[in-house]
Every structure is written in structure tokens, then in C-alpha cells.
């Protein structure tokens, strides 16, 4: 009789320091009770999180592949071989929900190759709870990861999104490294049209959360401290 083969579960993370029943729903908990296999980012946080989810369940007998901008495309097929002993595998980002601005999406595309169910497991999206708070477009809009560095590459970037919300009424996210969260925001205010609208979500799920919408004009006068603070920026211009 042939054995079955494995699943693939997309295990959501917590988006920060917060309980993780408080935000991800049970089922989350049993995928992590019945599966040792994952595939992760980083071995230590990732077992913190699972014995935060399941204090019980043994750490020794866990199996940990690595996923990162530094693993080589030929590594991913061997991440897959438990499913073909019959063993599920969960992959699990270190924030949020895997695949969605993080590289295990290039496992996913590896498990659909070979044709290894996916199964996708509810859990906190920034992205989604960002646009969802906006009050933006949440029929048109796109995700553009990191700006350039660049002042002058990142000024011209600016001015392509905000002229591509305005001629396709589609909302623009991007995001910055933490610490330079309140540089990104001068950029913004500085060279945005005056009531060109900015949308600022930090620390979203977590007890600090801080979102705001309001026009480029406005944020001038509005004081606040994003250092070090995982933050979504979203633009439109209608």
C-alpha cells in the first residue's frame, strides 16, 4: 500500500511580544501539538514560540530546516522529504503569516511543484489589518516591500507611487527597517502633495498599536516616535 504523503501547514506568527491565543485561533495550537517537522528562519524563535503555543510539547524530538534570503534554491527540495515519509510539515515565519512578504513562499512553490498538499492556517496579517484600518481602497492595492535607501531614489519612488495610486485609485503599502522609520516619515511629508493621504500602522495587535490616517499637510504637525517599531506606511491619492 503506497503511504500518504504529508501536508504542508502555513503556521501564522504573532506579530509581536503577544499572547498567541490572544490572537491566532486554536487550530493554529493543534498544528503545532501534532507536527515535529518545520521549516523556519530561525531555529531559536521559532522554538520559543512553539513552547509558548504548547509549553508541554519536547523540544528534543523537533526538527528544524532554515529559510532565508542566504539559502540556495537546491536546499528547498530536501525541506519537503518528511511529507514523503507520511509527515506533516509546518512552515512558520517569524512574524506574521508565512509566504506573504517572507521567503517561505519559495517553499510553498516548491510543495505545489511536487504535489504536496498546502494547507494555509488563520493568523495575523499586517498587511491586511494595515489596509483594514485605513480606510483606503481594499479593492485595489499593492504591497512594494522596501523602498530605496537612496534619498534621491527614494524621493523618485515616492512621487511613481503616489502618481500610480492617483491614476489607478490603487493604495500603496511599503515598510522600513525599524530604525529608520521616522526618516521614512519626513521623507514622506516632505515630498508628498499636501493632501495626498498617509495611512501610519505601528506595532499593530500589540498594547503600543498607533494607526493613523490622515493628510500629508497634517502629519507636519503630528508628533510621534517610530523608532524601532515594526510600521506599515500606506499612501493614496484620489
Not at 90 to 100: H, L, V, W, Y
Not at 115 to 141: D, R, T, Y
Not at 188 to 209: G, N, Y
Amino acid at each position: 500500500m503506497e503511504q500518504p504523503i504529508g501536508n504542508v501547514y502555513l503556521i501564522p506568527n504573532t506579530l509581536g511580544d503577544t499572547p498567541p491565543l490572544e490572537v491566532l485561533p486554536l487550530l493554529v495550537k493543534k498544528a503545532v501539538e501534532e507536527i515535529d517537522h518545520y521549516i523556519v528562519e530561525h531555529e531559536k524563535d521559532a522554538r520559543r514560540f512553539i513552547k509558548s503555543i504548547v509549553p508541554r510539547k519536547s523540544q528534543p524530538d523537533l526538527h528544524f530546516s532554515i529559510i532565508n534570503k542566504f539559502t540556495d534554491p537546491s536546499e528547498i527540495p530536501d525541506m519537503l522529504l518528511p511529507c514523503f515519509e507520511g509527515k506533516d510539515v509546518g512552515i512558520m515565519s517569524d512574524a506574521g503569516c508565512p509566504g506573504i512578504a517572507d521567503p517561505g513562499a519559495l517553499v510553498v512553490a516548491q510543495a505545489h511543484q511536487k504535489g504536496v498538499k498546502v494547507v494555509p492556517l488563520v493568523g495575523p496579517s499586517s498587511i491586511l489589518l494595515a489596509m483594514m484600518a485605513s480606510g483606503f481602497n481594499g479593492q485595489n492595492f499593492a504591497f512594494n516591500g522596501y523602498l530605496p535607501i537612496d534619498k534621491r531614489e527614494r524621493r523618485q519612488e515616492i512621487k511613481r507611487l503616489e502618481r500610480l495610486s492617483a491614476e489607478q485609485n490603487q493604495s500603496q503599502l511599503f515598510i522600513e527597517t525599524p530604525y529608520r522609520n521616522n526618516q521614512m516619515l519626513e521623507s514622506l511629508t516632505s515630498v508628498l502633495q499636501p493632501q495626498t493621504q498617509l495611512c501610519v500602522a505601528c506595532d499593530i495587535t500589540l498594547p503600543s498599536e498607533f494607526i493613523l490616517t490622515q493628510s500629508a499637510e497634517s502629519w507636519k504637525k503630528t508628533k510621534v516616535d517610530l523608532n524601532k517599531r515594526p510600521t506599515l506606511f500606506i499612501i493614496h491619492k484620489g
